[in-house]
């Protein structure tokens, strides 16, 4: 996942404001350990509509379309 991409949450429950939106990832956020590992990133999607802008782990996400 890249800034630019659109994005879908993975496993949302029936009746919640995102389901089946696209948002689109406006910053990413990955730590690397002392160790030299990667902690899973976390992306942050700007959503449509009045529901806003929240950091989420890249793997409740599905692109759909890559920037």
């Not at 404001?17 to 990133?41: F, H, K, M």
């Not at 700007?46 to 890249?58: A, M, V």
Request: charged share 20%; aromatic share 6%; hydrophobic share 35%.
């Amino acid at each position: 996942m890249k800034l630019g991409d659109l994005v879908r949450k993975r496993n949302v429950p029936p009746g919640h404001p995102v389901r089946d939106a696209i948002g689109i990832i406006v910053a990413i956020n990955e730590v690397t350990r002392s160790d030299g590992t990667v902690d899973s990133p976390t992306a942050q999607v700007q959503w449509p509509g009045d529901y806003g802008k929240f950091w989420t782990t890249t793997q409740s996400l599905e692109v759909m379309s890559e920037a």
